[in-house]
């Protein structure tokens, strides 16, 4: 079987999993139970400044009879004295040597209370400081949190107060409620962090109660914006990672991957896309530190059918395959072709294509079940089709080359060739 | 040994309690729901003979817009709640869901039916309002599943209807011809009281045509009349011994279980039924569910060839009735005036017949069962003398849907000579139209 050993700055894990920076990692005995169950390593709930919470603190938008596609939360940083946690830290650390232990920090905004707390935490023994810079609530108000992640020059100034103190590995996690993650995430890099993590969690309302009028959740009779996480925002992060790991500046320190990660599939796209560590927390906060066994076997298999043996030998693999729209080839056609053996004749390819995209799909009536063919000459190969087909595999792209070079837009501009014939 | 009051109290109770359970729970409700693909041009709207919009009824719980769910199913068929409790869906709209041809379990479309009608019926929803008085009157015979499907149609539209119906409580066949345990009697009245509550409609119970009804005297008080009186008469086997005491047809023996309450209908000890239709089940699930000791279905037939669907089968077999296939009736021996025995002819089969099924051909050899009563189901007949008395033109008593008389429509089992309740709320849909455009227009 592949090697999962990860080596993230020298951190050494067994596994590229850790448990992101929440309320699974905020105690002993959650950590324990963690390593327990076989993730790689943990990134300890935020140390900081004390705070109170409310209740209640979290709220979920479920889909078509699946519970918590997406969630959200109002919790603030960990809310437990600063000296139990940093003996439970360095407890945890003598009990499982070989676990990374990364411990996310948000001080107050100076620099003597980061360099005190960056102090505290190496005695433990920690392998690495997260940098909270992206927390949505509470904290920004404080002028920390996202506060500092959404301004370059505030995020440059703390990474500076931070590498004078550091000893051990930096890691600066990015917020998301930016227009682009880049700026202060090279800001970062250029101030001297060793690596970056994102995504944190995305402002966000999810919903409102239509009984009540009040918005989720609820906190006795009011609600305030929250951070959206899980499987939801997967594919906002993996654009966010994918700009980090395109940009030259921010592309020259490594990255640990966060944003609805649930499955193996998920953590083998976020590596692909440059992660070489990956941090989960919604799919624990729903099933427990379970999932670990599939994330390590299924990632493993799927390694060894790929002829990979170390992470290393993908992580980044994908990223050169996104482009801008202007560099796409304009002679790559596909055409759809509906297997007429697999069609359940759902009708659900002939509705989207005919309402919704290019009306290329011929509706044949019959009692009960309709036969539905495709019209080649019409379809533009969006793939609309195949994606709401229930039934696996009964709706290929067939690749029909408009031309035989590749030919850009700029190409296509230069040559003045014809636009669509409408 | 004949004989009645063989349960207590608590085992009839046990023994007709609803034989579909429904969901629960929304969240049950919900998985199902969660399941079905919302296909386009459904195959399983297209198997329902009243066209409900399954695909649209099932999202609409899925969003939790129940009453709009409801009124999905009820603008098809007003007698949604009873057809999902009786039709045999296997044939229909779940026998057509695309999850069959995924060897998957197909959605259980009647199980979610039930589900927002019966809220709607329990909850007295008002989904449907009248329009304006059309100042028209419209007679109906026959207060079954055809005559309210055309009633309802026609009062949503304005119209004044009176229905007369023969028997003492409305609902026809649901309320009087099928097992209790699947539609129970307190859903029976329910559903009869919501489909009456759009108002306009007045139902004259204990008024039968050709008895104290002439079609004629309708005719000159209404603007139209709709027949929808069904079928009833149980055809003969025209064998000896037919007449003896503990030979009954099967539309009677479950006309009294629903009429005279469970107690009060005696059954034998070793009873056969005659018939592999879904009478036949009814009956015989019901001799068991009464007491009967044994109980015996036998059809000429094969396995292959029976009408009743193979749900229905399984509910006999689960209530411990034995089948005998390519068994037809020869003659019933009687002792002292009573049943003693049946002596069937064993069957084989040969060549197609006109319905296209092989037909059963007498090898000669006989069995014997030794029973003390014969459930006759061997099928329904139409009321030939009455359509022939008022003067309608009818063909073996079936009559059609726009008569040779002005005015006067039929339509259900007295026009197709006998198919599913839903059939029939078809047919009254599609009357109660020809019938509005009747008075509107002449």
């Not at chain 1, 300890?44 to 979290?58: A, D, F, H, M, P």
């Not at chain 2, 009248?130 to 419209?138: E, H």
Request: aromatic share 6%.
């Amino acid at each position: 079987m592949a090697n999962l050993q990860t080596d993230f700055l020298g951190i050494k894990s067994p596994n590229p999993f850790w448990l992101a920076s929440a309320p699974p990692t905020d105690k002993q005995v959650n950590v324990i139970r963690a390593f327990e169950a076989g993730w790689g390593g943990v990134v300890w709930k935020t140390l900081g400044s004390q705070i109170k919470n409310v209740s209640s603190r979290y709220s979920a938008v479920d889909y078509h009879g699946s519970r918590v596609m997406g969630l959200n939360n109002i919790e603030l940083i960990s809310d437990r004295p600063l000296d139990i946690n940093l003996r439970e830290i360095r407890e945890c650390i003598r009990l499982f040597p070989d676990r990374a232990m990364i411990v996310s920090l948000m001080a107050d905004n100076d620099r003597n209370s980061w360099h005190e707390l960056i102090k505290k935490v190496q005695d433990t023994g920690a392998h690495g400081i997260e940098l909270n810079f992206g927390c949505p609530h509470g904290m920004t108000e404080r002028g920390m949190g996202a506060a500092v992640g959404q301004d370059p020059d505030i995020a440059r100034m703390v990474v500076e107060w931070v590498m004078e103190a550091a000893t051990i590995p930096v890691i600066t996690k990015l917020t998301p409620n930016v227009h682009s993650v880049v700026p202060t995430g090279r800001a970062s890099v250029e101030a001297g962090t060793n690596a970056l993590s994102l995504i944190n969690t995305i402002q966000s309302v999810t919903g409102v109660d239509l009984d009540t009028f009040i918005p989720n959740p609820n906190v006795g009779g009011k609600s305030t914006f929250g951070g959206y996480c899980g499987p939801a925002v997967k594919p906002i992060a993996l654009k966010m990672l994918t700009t980090i790991a395109q940009d030259p500046v921010t592309s020259k320190v490594p990255v640990s991957g966060i944003g609805g990660i649930s499955t193996w599939r998920d953590a083998a796209e976020f590596m692909l896309l440059g992660s070489t560590t990956l941090q989960v927390c919604t799919a624990v906060m729903k099933h427990g530190f379970r999932i670990i066994d599939d994330l390590c076997e299924g990632l493993g298999n799927w390694m060894d059918e790929k002829g990979f043996g170390v992470i290393t030998d993908f992580i980044g693999r994908s990223v050169p395959t996104l482009t801008h729209w202007e560099e796409l080839d304009l002679n790559y056609h596909i055409v759809a072709r509906i297997d007429p053996d697999k069609c359940i004749h759902c009708g659900l390819c002939y509705i989207a294509c005919e309402d919704a995209s290019h009306q290329s799909i011929r509706l044949t009536q019959g009692q009960p079940y309709n036969e539905y063919t495709i019209k080649e000459e019409e379809c533009v190969g969006c793939n609309l089709c195949k994606l709401v087909c229930p039934v696996d595999s009964c709706i290929t792209m067939v690749e029909q080359r408009v031309g035989p070079e590749y030919l850009n837009w700029k190409e296509f501009q230069r040559r003045g060739l014809p636009l669509n014939d409408h | 040994m004949i004989q009645n009051n063989r349960l207590s109290e608590a085992e009839y109770a046990a023994n007709f309690s609803d034989i579909h359970p429904p969901f629960e729970t929304r969240d049950a409700a919900l998985v199902d729901a969660n399941r079905c693909l919302y296909c386009y041009d459904a195959p399983c709207t297209k198997s329902c003979p009243t066209g409900i919009d399954v695909p649209k009824f099932i999202k609409q719980i899925v969003t939790g817009n129940l009453k709009g769910s409801a009124h999905t199913i009820f603008e098809s068929n007003i007698m949604g709640g009873g057809c999902s409790r009786v039709c045999p869906v296997e044939k229909l709209c779940e026998g057509a869901c695309v999850y069959n041809l995924m060897e998957e379990r197909p959605i259980p479309i009647a199980r979610l039916q039930r589900y927002p009608t019966e809220k709607a019926i329990r909850e007295k929803w008002p989904l449907f309002e009248r329009q304006v008085p059309l100042g028209k009157r419209v007679a109906i015979v026959g207060a079954g599943p055809s005559g309210l499907s055309a009633a309802h149609v026609l009062a949503r539209a304005g119209v004044e209807v009176t229905i007369f119906e023969k028997e003492p409580k409305g609902g026809g066949l649901l309320t009087y011809g099928i097992a209790a345990y699947k539609v129970t009697p307190e859903f029976c009245a329910d559903e009869l009281e919501y489909i009456l509550s759009i108002g306009g409609i007045t139902v004259q119970y204990e008024q039968e045509l050709g008895r104290n009804l002439t079609l004629k005297q309708l005719q000159s008080q209404y603007d139209a009349v709709y027949l929808a009186f069904g079928v009833g008469l149980a055809r003969h086997l025209d064998i000896p011994g037919e007449n003896l005491e503990g030979v009954i047809d099967a539309l009677k023996f479950i006309y009294s279980i629903r009429a005279d309450g469970y107690p009060a209908v005696p059954v034998g000890d070793k009873v056969a039924v005659i018939g592999m239709g879904m009478t036949a089940i009814d009956a015989a699930t019901q001799a068991r569910r009464l007491g009967a000791k044994e109980v015996t279905l036998v059809y000429r037939r094969t396995q292959a060839e029976m009408p009743c669907t193979e749900a229905e089968l399984d509910i006999a077999k689960a209530d411990g009735c034995r089948i005998v296939w390519l068994a037809a009736p020869k003659l019933v021996i009687g002792d002292n005036g009573k049943v003693v025995a049946l002596i069937c002819s064993e069957m084989e089969l040969g060549e197609p017949d006109a319905s296209g099924r092989r037909s059963p051909v007498d090898t000669g050899r006989t069995i014997t069962l030794d029973v003390d009563m014969v459930i006759k189901a061997a099928g329904q007949i139409p009321f030939e003398s009455l359509v022939e008395a008022e003067g309608l033109e009818h063909k073996n008593g079936r009559v059609a849907a726009t008569t040779n008389i002005p005015g006067v429509f039929a339509g259900g089992d007295n026009v197709n000579g006998g198919k599913e309740v839903v059939d029939a709320v078809q047919a009254g849909k599609e009357a109660a139209a020809a019938i509005l455009k009747f008075v509107n227009h002449g």
